[in-house]
Structure formats: structure tokens, C-alpha cells
């Protein structure tokens, strides 16, 4: 499997992601610079977490024009899988890739620290291969989480079961408590119509090493490669 993932100005959680997909998982890696419309054959686009041209205007807003997301939005309508991670969330959903949109947190304030969350549907790539009922605690790290979309988007999302993670607390309830930006309906992540490209605001890339003390991010990845690699 080979994955590209993007560096844009501003990218800070890049050389994670490469870390985690080559280092621990042992895939094949590219970086992809933004100016670069050569996708150089990648299988899976990974748009990395960060500050996007410092996030000026709007998260996501300038990066979503960078040269390297016309390759992108081609490589995603023809079928070939991206993600993105919470800016990369951001960036997709701009590019008009994922449906909705990431408003400012309800307090306003950057939030950085470890949250609970679970998948919401077995339909997915990222979600096929997790235990539904298991709670997975990843980080988060942004100040533009809080998803949403219209009713009509969001009736479609459910009914689609395109929404693949609800923040919840640590039992696995979802509320209003373990809603860390006001996220409608403790929406964590969503995917596209066709299933091919997925956005969620939390780190797995932050909770994928051992010497973190933390591999629940691991799992969503191996749900990946157990999903696209025959055995």
C-alpha cells in the first residue's frame, strides 16, 4: 500500500502520520509537497493535522487552493481514498470533498487534550475493522472542531451512515459533557457519499506507539490496511 501525505506551510503532524504508516505499520510513504500536482502513484492521500498557512482567513481555507488539491479532488472522484486529520478534516471538507463544515469550538477556546470516541457505523474502511461497543481514547487539538451541516446534510449523513466516530466519555455514553466544541450530535468524523474520503478531527496518529502508552489510534489505521491489503 502506498500513501502520500501532504506537507503544506503550517503542516505540523505530517511527519507523524509518515512515522506511524511507515515506521510502525510498515507501509510505503510519500511525501507530497503542496505545490506539486505529481501524486506520484499513491493508493491513499493522507492530508495531515497542523496550521495551514496559519490558518488566516479560515482553517483550511488557503490550502484548499495550494496546486496539489486539484490532484487530490481528481484522485477522490476517481475513486482513490484519502483522509484527513483535524486541519486535513478542515481542508477536505473546504475542497467540497466531505460534506459539512468545522466552526469556531462553542467556547472559542483551543482545545488540546485526550478525548473518548467511538464509531458510529461498521460501513467504513476506518471503522470496519474496530469493535463497536470499544471506546478509544485519542487526542484532539484544534480551535475550528465544531462540526456542521445543515439538516437536510445531516439527515442524509445518518441515513447513509456516514458518520464513522461521536465524541462519548469514557463508558461509551454520548452527551452533552463528552462534546468538547459543540459538534452537532457529537459528530467526530464523517466520510463522503461514495465512502472513499473520511475526515475526523481527533489525533490517531498522536495514539498509535506503545512508548505513548496509547495504541487506540492504531487500531483505525490496521482497520485501513485490513480493509485494502488481501491477507
Same mark, same amino acid.
Not at 492530508?47 to 482553517?59: E, K, Q
Not at 487530490?72 to 483522509?83: D, R
Not at 475542497?95 to 468545522?102: M, N, S
Not at 452533552?176 to 478531527?201: C, D, H, Q, R
Given at each position: 500500500?502506498?500513501?502520500?501525505?501532504?506537507?503544506?506551510?503550517?503542516? $505540523?503532524?505530517?511527519?507523524?502520520?509518515?512515522? %506511524?504508516?511507515?515506521?510502525?505499520?510498515?507501509?510505503?510513504?510519500?511525501?507530497?509537497? +503542496?505545490?506539486?500536482?505529481? @501524486?506520484?502513484? %499513491?493508493?491513499?492521500?493522507?492530508?495531515?493535522?497542523?496550521?495551514?498557512?496559519?490558518?488566516?482567513?479560515?482553517?483550511?481555507?488557503?490550502?484548499?487552493?495550494?496546486?496539489?488539491?486539484?490532484?487530490?479532488?481528481?484522485?477522490?472522484?476517481?475513486?482513490?481514498?484519502?483522509?484527513?486529520?483535524?486541519?486535513?478534516?478542515?481542508?477536505?471538507?473546504?475542497?467540497?470533498?466531505?460534506?459539512?463544515?468545522?466552526?469556531? $469550538?462553542?467556547?472559542?477556546?483551543?482545545?488540546?487534550?485526550?478525548? +473518548?470516541?467511538?464509531?458510529?457505523?461498521?460501513?467504513?474502511?476506518?471503522?470496519?475493522?474496530?469493535?463497536?461497543?470499544?471506546?478509544?481514547?485519542?487526542?484532539?487539538?484544534?480551535?475550528?472542531?465544531?462540526?456542521?451541516?445543515?439538516?437536510?446534510?445531516?439527515?442524509? @449523513?445518518?441515513?447513509?451512515?456516514?458518520?464513522?466516530?461521536?465524541?462519548?466519555?469514557?463508558?461509551?455514553?454520548?452527551?452533552?459533557?463528552?462534546?468538547?466544541?459543540?459538534?452537532?450530535?457529537?459528530?467526530?468524523?464523517?466520510?463522503?457519499?461514495?465512502?472513499? %474520503?473520511?475526515?475526523?478531527?481527533? +489525533?490517531?496518529?498522536?495514539?498509535?506507539?506503545? @512508548?505513548?502508552?496509547?495504541?487506540?489510534?492504531?487500531?483505525?489505521?490496521?482497520?485501513?490496511?485490513?480493509?485494502?491489503?488481501?491477507?
Amino acid at each position: 500500500m502506498k500513501f502520500g501525505v501532504i506537507i503544506f506551510p503550517g503542516s $505540523n503532524c505530517d511527519h507523524d502520520l509518515i512515522y %506511524v504508516l511507515r515506521d510502525i505499520l510498515g507501509q510505503e510513504v510519500v511525501e507530497l509537497w +503542496h505545490k506539486d500536482r505529481d @501524486l506520484k502513484g %499513491v493508493d491513499f492521500v493522507m492530508v495531515p493535522g497542523g496550521f495551514s498557512y496559519g490558518d488566516y482567513l479560515r482553517s483550511g481555507a488557503i490550502a484548499r487552493f495550494s496546486p496539489v488539491m486539484e490532484s487530490v479532488i481528481e484522485h477522490c472522484n476517481n475513486g482513490g481514498y484519502a483522509m484527513g486529520v483535524c486541519n486535513g478534516f478542515q481542508i477536505l471538507c473546504e475542497a467540497g470533498l466531505l460534506p459539512g463544515t468545522l466552526l469556531h $469550538n462553542t467556547e472559542h477556546k483551543f482545545i488540546c487534550k485526550n478525548l +473518548h470516541i467511538k464509531s458510529a457505523t461498521s460501513s467504513t474502511i476506518l471503522t470496519s475493522g474496530l469493535d463497536s461497543d470499544k471506546v478509544l481514547k485519542i487526542p484532539v487539538a484544534h480551535g475550528e472542531g465544531r462540526y456542521y451541516a445543515p439538516d437536510d446534510v445531516l439527515k442524509k @449523513l445518518n441515513e447513509n451512515q456516514q458518520v464513522i466516530f461521536r465524541y462519548c466519555d469514557k463508558d461509551g455514553h454520548f452527551n452533552s459533557k463528552s462534546n468538547p466544541n459543540g459538534s452537532l450530535e457529537n459528530i467526530a468524523g464523517v466520510t463522503n457519499e461514495n465512502k472513499n %474520503v473520511f475526515g475526523m478531527m481527533p +489525533h490517531p496518529e498522536r495514539a498509535a506507539d506503545e @512508548l505513548l502508552g496509547n495504541e487506540d489510534g492504531r487500531l483505525i489505521f490496521e482497520s485501513i490496511l485490513k480493509a485494502l491489503i488481501p491477507a
